[in-house]
Nanobody, 126 residues
C-alpha cells in the first residue's frame, strides 16, 4: 500500500487552476507536517510550500500569492490549490510528510526519513 498518494494533476492553460490532493492510507495527516515539492524534467527538485501540524504555512517565492496549502481533516487530506498557473509550474508534484518536534515546524526542505508518494504530473501549456 502506498504511504502517500498524490492526485489531481493534469493539463491546464496558463492562468488556469488545478487542485492537488495528498492522502495517507496508513497515517493521520493532521498530526504531521506536510510539504509539497515539484520537479521539472531534467531539473532539480524544489520545494513549493508546506504546512505544519499546527497549520503554519510557508511558500516559495516562485509560488507565493498563487498557491495555497490547506487541510481537509475529515478526508485525511492535504491539498495544494494552484491558481494563476504559469508554464514554468510544469512538473511532477510530490507531497512529503514527517512527524515534527513542534506544531510550528514546517517541512519546507526534504529530509532523510520523509514519507513520499508517487507524484502527479502537472502540465501548463497553451
Amino acid at each position: 500500500q502506498l504511504q502517500l498518494v498524490e492526485s489531481g494533476g493534469g493539463l491546464a492553460q496558463p492562468g488556469g487552476s488545478l487542485s492537488l490532493s495528498c492522502t495517507a492510507p496508513e497515517f493521520t495527516l493532521p498530526y504531521l507536517g506536510v510539504g509539497w515539492f515539484r520537479q521539472a524534467l531534467g531539473k532539480e527538485r524544489e520545494g513549493s510550500g508546506c504546512i505544519s501540524s499546527g497549520d503554519n504555512r510557508k511558500y516559495s517565492d516562485t509560488v507565493n500569492g498563487r498557491f495555497t496549502i490547506g487541510r481537509d481533516n475529515a478526508k485525511n487530506t492535504v491539498f495544494l490549490q494552484m491558481n494563476s498557473l504559469k508554464p514554468e509550474d510544469t512538473g511532477v508534484y510530490y507531497c512529503t510528510a514527517r512527524r515534527t518536534t513542534s506544531p510550528s515546524e514546517c517541512p519546507a526542505a526534504a529530509a532523510r526519513g520523509d514519507i513520499w508518494g508517487q507524484g502527479t504530473q502537472v502540465t501548463v501549456s497553451s
